[in-house]
T-cell receptor
Framework: SQELEQSPQSLIVQEGKNLTINCTSS?????LYWYKQKYGEGLIFLMM?????EEKSHEKITAKLDEKKQQSSLHITASQPSHAGIYLCGADTDDKIIFGKGTRLHILP | DAGVTQSPTHLIKTRGQQVTLRCSPK?????VSWYQQALGQGPQFIFQ???????QRGNFPDRFSGHQFPNYSSELNVNALLLGDSALYLC????????????FGPGTRLTVT
């Protein structure tokens, strides 16, 4: 079965700094989702990537899917306190989503 | 549009009891998926309902069962609760074949003591 590994597990950055979160799949990705979750709450959809080499941006968040479609990265530029939370990558597999364990992001003012 | 709603918000049950969680999908959506998210983990797929039938199921025991009603709302039932069932239960809705437009509810926090 497909597994997703996220790194790092936890990240603490100073406000204004850039950061990158990685998601590596054990199998080829046919649809890769990035979600954000505030602690103990539901998931907020950020973006979806399908094509190898695809890159999408939303405000200060950019996500890429590598050419081989087995790894994705999420990059935040000039981080803000509002970016704090848990970032989850999910893979579209057989019409359901499997998730990584998440990366916990803390922003220091 | 109210989006995906779930009830109750929080629930405390005793080991061995039974619990029912409820989900109303986003307007226009006909497919409901349920996920269990243990503390510090990513959500794990429990099952998915479409046209009032269970379409897919994850690796969860038969103690976990569900139902979808004609209005597309759904229930998740868990029997013989174990301490390990304590988690955030998330409901997500989508239109059939449009998983990329899956919207998540705020979740129900279940604590089993």
């Amino acid at each position: 079965s497909q597994e997703l590994e996220q790194s790092p597990q936890s990240l603490i950055v100073q406000e204004g700094k850039n950061l990158t979160i990685n998601c590596t799949s054990s199998k080829t990705l046919y649809g890769l989702y990035w979600y954000k979750q505030k602690y103990g709450e539901g998931l907020i959809f950020l973006m979806m990537l399908q094509k190898g080499g695809e890159e999408k941006s939303h405000e200060k968040i950019t996500a890429k899917l590598d050419e081989k479609k087995q790894q994705s990265s999420l990059h935040i530029t000039a981080s803000q306190p509002s970016h704090a939370g848990i970032y989850l990558c999910g893979a579209d597999t057989d019409d359901k989503i499997i998730f990584g364990k998440g990366t916990r992001l803390h922003i220091l003012p | 549009d109210a989006g995906v709603t779930q009830s109750p918000t929080h629930l405390i049950k005793t080991r061995g009891q039974q619990v029912t969680l409820r989900c109303s999908p986003k307007s226009g959506h006909d497919t409901v998926s349920w996920y269990q998210q243990a503390l510090g983990q990513g959500p794990q797929f429990i099952f998915q309902y479409y046209e009032e039938e269970e379409r897919q199921r994850g690796n969860f025991p038969d103690r976990f069962s569900g139902h979808q009603f004609p209005n597309y709302s759904s229930e998740l039932n868990v029997n013989a609760l174990l301490l390990g069932d304590s988690a955030l239960y998330l409901c997500a809705s989508s239109s059939a074949g449009q998983l990329y437009e899956q919207y998540f509810g705020p979740g129900t926090r279940l604590t089993v003591t």
